[in-house]
């Protein structure tokens, strides 16, 4: 009974909290720690709710906008699933009844989970494989609006946590601070300038090895500015092109052949 009454506890304070940073912090990225990298959860979420919007264009449907509410909720849900990976949760309520419709007066809702992997593609095509009904979620053709979350937890076998509550609203409504996602992303001017501010330097190169080695996400600007080799993959020898413009071995980007073959 104390263990049930500590879980309900830590519940409680963790929405409280994430409402809290919400609302003093709001444009203020969220970042796990792993192996000493900054792992940004928050541009990872809005990254899989763009990747939402891609498929769902697909089929003619219209994009999802995230909503801040939605997304605190669905950080709630990602960590409830660190312990019990079910739609049902400790009280026996779903999704549903975490959503206040004084906030969110939703005229359908449904929810997303998925673990085992921080990658976007790998964690998109399990859902899209998935037996349940994830998929038709993603893709309910009126589904307006869209929380996203993932947690890491290294006590866990699976590690990684996502979590999507997807609503439609009733036409014509708005929902508090709704905007697209990566509507605030990173965009660079010039190939090579992965991070948006106007240089190709040395912060740059640091960034674009964090991409390869998967401790960041680009966006689609800023995967096309890293690939300097102008090859539609970003490798380590895209890090190496970057180095030698920034050392003064290369005068332009993206290097070509013939600059390589120097």
Same mark, same amino acid.
């Given at each position: 009974?104390?263990?049930?009454?500590?879980?309900?506890?830590?519940?409680?304070?963790?929405?409280?909290?994430?409402?809290?940073?919400?609302?003093?912090?709001?444009?203020?990225?969220?970042?796990?720690?792993?192996? =000493?990298?900054?792992?940004?959860?928050?541009?990872?979420?809005?990254?899989?709710?763009?990747?939402?919007?891609?498929?769902?264009?697909?089929?003619?449907?219209?994009?999802?906008?995230?909503?801040?509410?939605?997304?605190?909720?669905?950080?709630?849900?990602?960590?409830?699933?660190?312990?019990?990976?079910?739609?049902?949760?400790?009280? =026996?309520?779903?999704?549903?009844?975490?959503?206040?419709?004084?906030?969110?007066?939703?005229?359908?809702?449904?929810?997303?989970?998925?673990?085992?992997?921080?990658?976007?593609?790998?964690?998109?095509?399990?859902?899209?494989?998935?037996?349940?009904?994830?998929?038709?979620?993603?893709?309910?053709?009126?589904?307006?609006?869209?929380?996203?979350?993932?947690?890491?937890?290294?006590?866990?076998?699976?590690?990684?946590?996502?979590?999507?509550?997807?609503?439609?609203?009733?036409?014509?409504?708005?929902?508090? $601070?709704?905007?697209?996602?990566?509507?605030?992303?990173?965009?660079?001017?010039?190939?090579?300038?992965?991070?948006? $501010?106007?240089?190709?330097?040395?912060?740059?190169?640091?960034?674009?090895?964090?991409?390869?080695?998967? $401790?960041?996400?680009?966006?689609?600007?800023?995967?096309?500015?890293?690939?300097?080799?102008?090859?539609?993959?970003?490798?380590?020898?895209?890090?190496?092109?970057?180095?030698?413009?920034?050392? =003064?071995?290369?005068?332009?980007?993206?290097?070509?052949?013939?600059?390589?073959?120097?």
């Amino acid at each position: 009974m104390s263990k049930m009454f500590n879980r309900i506890i830590s519940l409680i304070t963790a929405f409280f909290m994430s409402f809290v940073c919400f609302s003093v912090f709001p444009a203020r990225n969220t970042a796990n720690s792993v192996g =000493g990298a900054e792992m940004d959860t928050l541009t990872a979420a809005e990254t899989m709710a763009a990747r939402f919007n891609e498929e769902r264009e697909k089929c003619g449907y219209q994009p999802l906008k995230i909503v801040p509410y939605l997304s605190v909720l669905s950080e709630i849900r990602a960590n409830e699933i660190t312990e019990l990976y079910d739609h049902i949760r400790y009280d =026996g309520t779903e999704v549903n009844a975490l959503i206040d419709t004084n906030i969110v007066n939703y005229s359908w809702c449904g929810e997303v989970l998925g673990r085992g992997t921080y990658n976007i593609e790998s964690m998109l095509n399990a859902w899209r494989n998935s037996p349940q009904n994830h998929w038709d979620y993603i893709m309910h053709e009126k589904a307006t609006h869209v929380g996203v979350s993932v947690v890491y937890d290294p006590e866990t076998e699976r590690k990684w946590h996502w979590a999507a509550i997807i609503v439609e609203m009733p036409e014509g409504q708005t929902l508090p $601070d709704q905007k697209w996602p990566l509507e605030d992303a990173v965009v660079p001017k010039y190939c090579g300038d992965v991070n948006g $501010d106007g240089q190709i330097d040395s912060f740059d190169l640091v960034l674009l090895n964090k991409y390869i080695n998967d $401790d960041v996400f680009f966006n689609t600007a800023q995967q096309e500015a890293a690939d300097v080799l102008d090859d539609d993959v970003i490798t380590t020898a895209d890090a190496a092109a970057l180095r030698k413009y920034i050392l =003064g071995e290369y005068h332009k980007l993206p290097v070509t052949i013939d600059m390589l073959l120097k």
